[in-house]
């Protein structure tokens, strides 16, 4: 978002009171074969875009085989 922020085709709302500190997410969902494709993507944009201290969530996410 930083990006389109600098371009102008965002703006930020509420700066002022946006206290710069980062809280921790945790995604839960029920994986495997049966797991819809919007949910695989979601997660995988969630792991490629937002840092976290944990070396568990920097390694890349498992897919199910494909068929």
């Known amino acids: 978002m930083v990006e389109e922020i600098e371009r102008g ?3 930020a709302l ?11 997410i945790n995604v839960v ?4 074969a049966a ?3 919007r949910v695989r993507v979601f997660v995988d944009f969630l792991v490629e875009h937002l840092s976290c ?7 890349p996410a498992s897919r199910p085989p494909t068929k």
């Open 9 to 11: 085709e965002l703006v």
């Open 14 to 24: 509420l700066e002022a009171y946006n206290p710069g500190d980062r809280e921790p």
């Open 29 to 32: 969902f029920v994986g495997g």
């Open 35 to 37: 797991m819809p494709a």
């Open 53 to 59: 201290s944990s070396p568990i969530a920097r390694r």
